[in-house]
């Protein structure tokens, strides 16, 4: 009777000793997971920083100064509207909010579309 506990007990404690090794293979699976998951939303949050960046850059890039002419002598509703600004009623507000500085109304428009 002895000898069948002691067999039982050593069973016992390898069977432990499998599931101990198991769980800690599952703990390291999950935080290999956990690791991944954290690297993919420090990326997207990298590209959705770097796209809002973009239309900033973009209207910075513009050169924002007139061309030619005609084009120094237009009202600024007319300039917005040859740009494809056509909300009159938003322009004429954004205008007025910023002191008719029409770079500055061309890069608020922007980043409202945005």
Do not use: Y
């Amino acid at each position: 009777m002895k000898e069948q506990q002691k067999v039982a007990k050593q069973a016992m404690k390898k069977r432990c000793k499998e599931a101990k090794e198991r769980c800690k293979e599952e703990i390291h699976a999950a935080k290999q997971a956990m690791k991944q998951t954290k690297k993919e939303i420090k990326w997207s949050k990298k590209a959705a920083k770097h796209q809002q960046g973009s239309a900033a850059d973009r209207a910075a890039e513009m050169e924002l100064t007139p061309s030619a002419p005609e084009e120094a002598e237009k009202q600024p509703q007319e300039v917005l509207a040859d740009m494809g600004f056509t909300n009159a009623e938003l322009n004429a507000q954004l205008l007025a909010e910023n002191h008719g500085h029409l770079e500055a109304v061309i890069l608020a428009l922007i980043a409202m579309k945005a």
